[in-house]
């Protein structure tokens, strides 16, 4: 009898979380033995079998192990306990352009990154003509990277996994890129892939109609451990209705939203301290867990917060405004250094001045399904400045005013400190947005003149 093609049996896997830095020292001089860390377990007592040829999908909402366990699958990380024995090669798509260099062409970009991702040297000239023609760069193909707009990027990124031939892949969230045409390409390739090549797939991802379509498994992780498996529509249904209902429009909901930061007062050159962004949802349409936070009295709850000290939050807002149209250069240049308050989540100041016209872009991952769509957003900073900023967003192509913060008078008071602006509504704005922006990007904005 044939053994399965990945068999994971009991793994458990622990981050050890520190308080203070110098806390790992001392617990490594501890003459008593003295413990100062807190073991932070991302996935508990993970066990499962998939078996050869077949395509099995993992769900669930963020920080439930999901990207732990592929990364433990891909080799990136080690269990703390329990066994994975894997029959065949494993290529893991976890994260796109993986070694993309901006001096080198795209011709030569295509190489390197077919090395990152494993593919054999003497092969990659073979498919090398492949994946360009996928990426449809036409003559850019030769030209540096430095010279690509974000969308070709991720197209170049992306059109290497066709020359992969892999016996195992597992895949978190790698089902687009570029344009929504392209979107579209990169998930029939991928659906093709799950269900024609004859290997062995394990994908992350919540885009729910494609794991419908193209998984013969399913997977519901939930606190770092497998709530429940079995045929695909039986596990979505489930596991949107744990989200308060079974019946979830998948339409009218952007990936993401662009919103732009600029003085009221243009001549004045303001550095604002930012800590961090959160979406708003009315109280009861979500389930609140130790990822939301609801102020006493509060008719809406806090969720998907973007701290923005931390770099990795910060390069996702990068990457977000890239899809939109935003240069990473003009998306980079009006962040500033990182400033540590007591035990606080750090601030980042954030200085429109210095982009070009006088404006900062933000682009943020809009929360999708099965979450709620956002009603509202708030940022958290030090609002002590003399004059106000604005906050607007981009729908259809226009620039829509929300409303200011950063004074003292348009903020609310916590722990003694003006932290938190008032909620900025979104939601008739939410509703405006048509079909055509499911899975793809936004019209562009035009980049301000200097």
């Not at 295509?110 to 492949?130: H, K, M, S, Y």
């Not at 090549?197 to 109609?209: A, F, I, K, R, Y």
């Not at 919103?259 to 004045?268: G, L, Y």
């Amino acid at each position: 009898m044939t053994g399965p093609a990945i068999s994971v049996r009991g793994v458990s896997k622990a981050y050890r979380l520190y308080r203070n830095p110098g806390d790992r020292l001392r617990e490594l001089l501890s003459p008593t033995r003295h413990t100062y860390r807190q073991d932070y377990w991302a996935l508990r007592d993970v066990s499962f079998d998939v078996p050869k040829g077949r395509t099995y999908g993992i769900l669930g909402a963020n920080g439930a192990g999901k990207s732990t366990l592929l990364k433990i699958l891909a080799g990136r990380l080690r269990q703390t306990s329990g066994t994975i024995e894997v029959e065949g090669r494993v290529n893991g798509i976890l994260e796109l352009g993986t070694g993309l260099q901006p001096t080198l062409t795209g011709r030569q970009n295509a190489r390197v990154n077919a090395l990152f991702l494993g593919l054999d040297p003497w092969r990659i000239e073979d498919q090398l003509d492949r994946i360009l023609e996928f990426a449809e760069l036409g003559d850019y193909a030769d030209q540096p990277l430095d010279t690509y707009s974000s969308g070709m990027k991720s197209r170049l990124a992306f059109s290497v996994l066709t020359a992969l031939e892999p016996e195992v892949l597992v895949l978190d969230e790698a089902l687009a890129a570029g344009d929504s045409g392209f979107s579209q390409k990169c998930t029939r390739f991928i659906h093709d892939l799950c269900n024609n090549s004859g290997c062995t797939v394990l994908v992350v991802s919540h885009d729910m109609e494609f794991m419908r379509n193209s998984c013969q498994h399913l997977l519901w992780f939930e606190h770092g451990k497998v709530h429940s498996e079995g045929p695909p529509e039986q596990i979505v249904s489930g596991y949107l209705e744990s989200f308060g209902g079974a019946e979830v429009e998948l339409s009218n909901r952007p990936r993401y939203l662009l919103f732009r930061v600029t003085p009221e007062d243009p001549a004045q050159q303001l550095d604002y301290e930012l800590q961090c962004v959160s979406w708003l949802a009315p109280v009861g349409s979500l389930r609140e867990d130790s990822s939301t936070w609801r102020g006493e009295g509060h008719p809406f709850v806090h969720y998907g917060l973007q701290f923005l000290g931390h770099d990795a939050a910060l390069f996702e807002t990068f990457r977000a405004a890239g899809v939109l149209g935003v240069t990473q250069r003009t998306a980079r240049e009006v962040w500033g250094p990182v400033r540590t308050i007591e035990e606080q989540p750090p601030y980042r100041r954030l200085s429109p001045h210095r982009g070009p016209g006088g404006v900062a872009y933000l682009g943020l991952p809009v929360p999708q399904y099965p979450l709620p769509p956002p009603s509202g957003i708030r940022m958290f900073g030090i609002n002590e400045l003399a004059t106000p900023l604005v906050l607007s967003v981009q729908v259809d192509g226009a620039w829509h005013e929300l409303g200011k913060f950063g004074t003292p008078e348009l903020s609310v008071e916590q722990q003694g400190h003006y932290l938190a602006s008032h909620p900025f509504d979104l939601k008739g704005l939410m509703d405006r947005f048509a079909d055509s922006f499911v899975g793809g990007e936004a019209p562009a904005p035009a980049e301000p003149s200097a």
